[in-house]
């Protein structure tokens, strides 16, 4: 289920662009529908032989209709290019529901085989499950595997599950799921990298597009032609004073054009920064001017931030070149790769790797007005004045922003004046640069408040009465508020170590570890009194959110790593302790299971909530629905163990 989940999000988002910026949608649908197929463990019909055509048909919809984001207007997350294809709000829930009706097959199936067990080995083998799913995935993203790979691993392993009884539809659309995913991995202009699918579109001698996910992302062509059809690239060069250039910093160095540029305006030595490797592959083989084979250049294949946490190094220039990644971080989140670089306290960390003359600055399409007066005021801020600005504001702005920390270190020709009210800084508790206030967008609102609609009619369609799940309010409640750690915990781990597909694979390793752990320790050890383990849980989350992340990047890089394990890792040991003892006395293993990862699907749509609070407040919203279950757990505890005594639970289903 883990391994079908990770590929739709990838696939998805590679060819439904709305899900490059809405990939949570592809996780409240996972939950929604395995919480469901748990839900209907024994009814009829019979789901999960199915589940093979569902795939089949979900990928060749993806194929059919695919969608150019939207990225317009001043109230979302993301900015950017006109769509094409289906309209967002038919596209959101029928990708929503297709992808529930795939994993509620798969999990009505993987329910029959989770009630022939107690519940805590259940549990235990289910998280075994997840944890090869996700080991499996990221292997095969580090490798850049093409997704014909991701479909003949999901293809075998369900054909083999039907076995003996494999019909001729189920091969047919095992078939039809390969051709949907070999259709792009055996196209030669598509590369698949850990974060995109890669087109390399030749457009003239030695030229180049560059599309990520079908969005144009950059361009490789001569310093000749960049100079004359994008000149502004050059501009922070023309603003420099007496700077000497001796080392040079480029985030965001993509294919190379800005290292080469950086050359040709006399840089000794430039550290080049890149996140994605197969782009900086792209560069190193198509880049005509051969940057990268430069002895005077030293490539990085990291976060930007996280360099500029690790690096000793000073810089006479630093330069954040176009760092739009068209990408989140996660399914988890609504973190995109680049959205640490433009906090406030990323632009300090920058301004103190700088020589005593040395100079900022930064370039994209911003498209809006008041994004760049965000960040030029940001600017102003951090180093103490206004910064330069060069900029083209037709058809939209693309700009230039420079600012040097000493006084005359820059030669401006227009000095950066704001337009209206400026937008405050981005922070590390509140990453989102592109969204104007603290508020969730009308789109996301509506949008989430459907989903929540469509998932209680189809659970109460689907699955029946919701009398039986009455019972497991506590385990709907502790679901809720396991994912939103979770959330937290990848943003937390992008923040301290970088925002790459590794960190985040091991984050969620680690949390599958933990609960793990926990159901390990809950085979073994039975504990009678669970009411000081719910003491030591509020103090972990009361101690995770004292813990400033400022605080943690002051460290040292073992220290650091050492405290945030046990800062995000604590809690949800503890819960999971907490929950493996519930678990383990319940009347009906599949029906509680399913209201925990119902209420999980609830935890993913209130993640959205750190739009408004920020990340660090999402662990007071965590401690207010482990309350909750903490007041609906007691009638229960107070019925086992009366007398002090436990009472023998009843036999499972």
């Known amino acids: 289920m883990l391994f079908v989940e990770l590929a739709l999000i990838r696939w998805l988002g590679a060819n439904v662009l709305y899900l490059s910026y809405f990939s949570n949608f592809v996780l409240l649908g996972s939950f929604f529908g395995i919480g469901l197929g748990f839900l209907r463990a024994k009814a009829l019909p019979d789901l999960f032989p199915w589940a093979i055509v569902e795939i089949a048909f979900l990928a060749g919809f993806a194929v059919i209709f695919p969608v150019t984001v939207n990225r317009s207007g001043n109230a979302l997350v993301y900015f950017g290019f ?68 991701w479909g003949l691993i999901i293809a075998v392993v369900l054909l083999v599950a039907y076995v003996p009884s494999v019909r001729l539809v189920q091969i047919a659309a095992a078939v039809g799921l390969l051709a949907a995913f070999g259709k792009e991995s055996f196209d030669p202009t598509f590369i698949w990298s850990p974060y995109y699918r890669i087109s390399v579109i030749p457009v003239g001698p030695k030229t180049y597009n560059i599309d990520v996910n079908g969005v144009p992302h950059q361009w490789i062509g001569p310093m000749s032609l960049r100079k004359k059809l ?115 306290e990323a632009l300090q960390s920058a301004r103190a790797h700088l020589n005593s003359r040395g100079v900022f600055a930064m370039y994209n399409y911003y498209r809006e007005r008041w994004l760049v007066d965000r960040f030029a005021g940001t600017l102003a801020g951090v180093f103490g004045r206004d910064p330069c600005i060069d900029a083209i504001t037709q058809p939209g702005w693309f700009a230039v922003l420079t600012v040097s920390v000493a006084q005359g ?22 990453p989102f640069p592109y969204l104007k206030g603290n508020s969730i967008p009308p789109l996301y609102f509506v949008t989430l408040l459907a989903i929540l609609i469509i998932s209680g009619v189809g659970i109460r369609l689907s699955a029946g009465p919701l009398g039986p799940m009455g019972h497991y309010v506590d385990l709907f409640c502790m679901g809720a508020a396991f994912l939103l750690p979770e959330a937290k915990s990848v943003v937390q781990f992008a923040l301290l170590f970088g925002t790459t597909w590794f960190v985040n694979a091991l984050v969620f390793v680690g949390i599958l570890v933990s609960v793990l752990a926990a159901i390990e320790v809950a085979r073994r050890i039975a504990v009678r009194n669970v009411i000081p383990l719910d003491g030591l849980l509020f103090v972990a989350l009361a101690i ?62 209130l993640e959205y909530s750190s739009l408004i609070l920020g990340y660090r407040n999402l662990l007071v919203v965590v401690a207010l629905f482990y309350g909750l279950a903490l007041l609906s757990t007691q009638p229960m505890r107070a019925s086992r163990f009366a007398g002090g005594a436990a009472v023998p639970s009843t036999a499972n289903e």
């Open 82 to 149: 006109a769509a094409t294809g289906l309209p967002i709000w038919v596209i959101l829930p029928i990708v929503f529901l297709a992808t529930a009706l795939v994993l509620a097959s798969i999990a009505q199936g993987a329910a029959r085989a989770f009630a022939r067990f107690e519940p805590l080995e259940a549990y235990r083998i289910d998280i075994l499950g997840s944890l090869t799913g996700i080991v499996a995935f990221s292997l095969l993203s580090f490798l850049s595997t093409p997704p014909i790979l």
């Open 230 to 344: 994008e000149p502004l690239y050059f501009a922070p060069y023309a603003r420099l004073r007496d700077n000497p250039l001796r080392n040079v910093l480029i985030i965001g160095a993509g294919n190379g054009s800005d290292v080469a540029i950086a050359l040709a305006a006399g840089a000794r030595h430039v550290d080049a920064v890149e996140i994605d490797p197969r782009l900086y592959g792209l560069g190193q083989t198509l880049n005509p001017e051969h940057p990268y084979q430069d002895p005077r250049v030293t490539v990085h294949i990291n976060d930007g931030r996280a360099f500029l946490q690790r690096t000793s190094g000073r810089y006479d220039l630093i330069l954040l070149a176009l760092p739009d990644s068209l990408a989140l971080v996660s399914g988890q989140s609504s973190l995109r790769l680049e959205s640490y670089l433009f906090t406030r």
């Open 409 to 430: 270190g820059v030669a401006c020709k227009t000095t950066w004046a704001p337009a209206s009210v400026v937008a405050s800084a981005a922070t590390d508790d509140h």
């Open 544 to 605: 995770a959110w004292a813990v400033s992340p400022e605080w943690l990047l002051s460290l040292d890089f073992a220290a650091r790593f050492i405290l945030a394990v046990v800062l995000a890792f604590a809690p949800i040991f503890l819960a999971n302790l907490i929950f493996a003892e519930r678990f383990r006395t319940v009347e009906s293993s599949t029906t509680a299971f399913g209201a925990n990862l119902l209420g999980a699907m609830v935890g993913g749509v």
